[in-house]
């Protein structure tokens, strides 16, 4: 399967020439469209798996529209610049950027920098979603600990017995331990 690509660059010249050498890297491009255009809206009509960008100087506009694309759409970023000064590479970064490569594109390199991109942004992909699951299921430990503390004071049970009880609710409703945790604790709510 060919990887679909969407290339953004600010130098119409130049497009031809970055399109063939993406195309003979074993990719597709899909679309271009300028620096200067609103690239979200590219990605909608064209869905690339993969933005490369060449632009000889990152401004903060293209960084802001990146940083929008990674909250909505999120999704690996080549980026191809002549100049690399350490701000501008920290911005590169934050703003979601899977590979910033400076001095700029050259056909040879583009094949192992996409791969390169699609393989990171993969592994970062990965580590969000664990990030997000373990923050889950701490939020859900704090819930569950809350419930049985109210448990334990209203019932004056200690902590294996309001854990029992939980337990129980739920399998007698069929909800997971923290729902019912959650019904326990909005009822002390009302009393």
Not at 4 to 31: N, R, W, Y
Not at 80 to 93: L, N, R, T
Not at 98 to 110: E, K, P, Q
Not at 121 to 140: G, H, R, T
């Amino acid at each position: 399967m060919k990887h679909k690509v969407l290339l953004v660059d600010e130098d119409s010249l130049k497009t031809g020439m970055i399109t063939d050498s993406i195309t003979e890297a074993g990719f597709e491009v899909v679309g271009r469209v300028s620096c200067e255009d609103d690239i979200l809206s590219g990605i909608k009509i064209c869905k690339p798996d993969v933005l490369v960008i060449d632009m000889e100087s990152p401004d903060d506009y293209i960084f802001n529209q990146l940083v929008e694309i990674n909250k909505i759409s999120p999704r690996p970023i080549v980026f191809f610049a002549e100049k690399g000064e350490s701000k501008v590479i920290k911005k590169a970064v934050k703003s979601g950027v899977s590979a910033f490569i400076v001095d700029g594109l050259t056909a040879r390199r583009i094949k192992p920098v996409i791969e390169l991109a699609i393989e990171r942004f993969i592994e970062m992909q990965s580590l969000y979603k664990k990030l997000a699951e373990s923050k889950e299921s701490l939020e859900e430990r704090k819930i569950i600990e809350r419930a049985k503390g109210i448990l334990m004071s209203r019932k004056n049970v200690n902590e294996d017995e309001a854990y029992s009880s939980l337990r129980k609710l739920a399998m007698g409703q069929n909800k997971k331990l923290v729902d019912v945790a959650k019904n326990v604790i909005q009822m002390s709510e009302l009393f």
